[in-house]
């Protein structure tokens, strides 16, 4: 067994560098299923990011019924080369149907927390400068408002303060251990 100290940075390096690219990604395919605006600054900083392996995924993988294929299978290579990295480096031979079932889960947890972290943002913004423009706070509405409407046609508001932001994460929160927590452990077993 080598040096904890150097697998510890190791694991951590290969964290960080595949989680900033692996989030571009994700908010690339977040924002195409959500349609947000693609002429938004912050949308065209992110396509231009994420555009180069794309661009040539999209040769030889095409879309399916309005879903981006190619980002999708960016996404799991990606997650599944990060958790082999990881694991190598502390001295795992992780198998392939383990690292895909990880992978997925891991993916759609990320896209779970993405949605969370932008309600909660989108609250706070509520509260500081309800009512002001910005490009990122478009974005944020393009990101909630399909879990928020449907929890506020659910709950009314109680005398101007809206309830749906916490049912939305409340509801987000038991997807992620009831449905997502398990699929992990299901490929953890099996790595």
Not at 165 to 179: E, G, K, R, S, W
Request: hydrophobic residues 55%.
């Amino acid at each position: 067994m080598g040096n904890p100290y150097v697998s510890d940075a190791g694991t951590y390096l290969v964290s960080v560098v595949f989680g900033l690219y692996t989030l571009a990604v994700m908010l690339r395919l977040l924002f195409q299923i959500v349609r947000a605006d693609f002429y938004n600054p912050l949308s065209q900083a992110i396509v231009a990011l994420t555009n180069p392996p794309l661009r040539q995924l999209r040769r030889f993988i095409p879309g399916l019924k309005g879903i981006d294929l190619p980002s999708v299978v960016l996404l799991l290579a990606l997650k599944m080369t990060e958790l082999w990295l990881t694991l190598f480096i502390r001295g795992a031979a992780p198998a392939l149907p383990g690292l895909f079932v990880v992978a997925v889960a891991m993916l759609l947890k990320l896209a779970v927390y993405i949605v969370m972290f932008a309600i909660i943002l989108e609250v706070v913004l509520s509260w500081i400068s309800p009512g002001t423009y910005n490009p990122a706070t478009q974005l944020l509405y393009s990101l909630t408002r399909p879990v928020l409407r449907p929890a506020r046609r659910l709950i009314p508001t109680l005398g101007g303060l809206d309830l749906s932001p916490m049912v939305a994460i409340v509801f987000l929160q038991i997807v992620i251990m009831l449905a997502l927590n398990p699929l992990e452990d299901l490929g953890a077993r099996w790595l």
